[in-house]
Nanobody
Framework: QVQFVESGGGSVQAGGSLRLSCKVSGTIYTLGWYRQAPGNERELVATATLAARTNYADFVRGRFTVTRDDVKSIMYLQMDSLEVDDTAVYYC????????WGQGTQVTVSA
């Protein structure tokens, strides 16, 4: 069973940056970063394939960058120009998602 372990979250002020990491226990062609804010549905933020193709949700395009190191089985999410609305628990998973999720990592952006 594939496992996902997210890390790197924290508290920053608006305009700041964070880099999230996702350790994956297996090889997955398309990985995705997701987020869930309180009271909201989980939403897809960005994806990256083994072929290094990336895609972003409109609300993060130009601010977030997703990369993969498939030798280390780690996916990263560089988040710049953070906004208060980026506050959420961030998760990684396959895209489309598998049923089992990791614990996520909390990102809190203050004004």
């Amino acid at each position: 069973q594939v496992q996902f372990v997210e890390s790197g979250g924290g508290s920053v002020q608006a305009g700041g940056s964070l880099r999230l990491s996702c350790k994956v226990s297996g090889t997955i062609y398309t990985l995705g970063w997701y987020r869930q804010a309180p009271g909201n549905e989980r939403e897809l933020v960005a994806t990256a394939t083994l072929a290094a193709r990336t895609n972003y949700a409109d609300f993060v395009r130009g601010r977030f960058t997703v990369t993969r190191d498939d030798v280390k089985s780690i996916m990263y999410l560089q988040m710049d120009s953070l906004e208060v609305d980026d506050t959420a628990v961030y998760y990684c998973n396959q895209s489309p998602a598998l049923p089992t999720w990791g614990q996520g990592t909390q990102v809190t952006v203050s004004a």
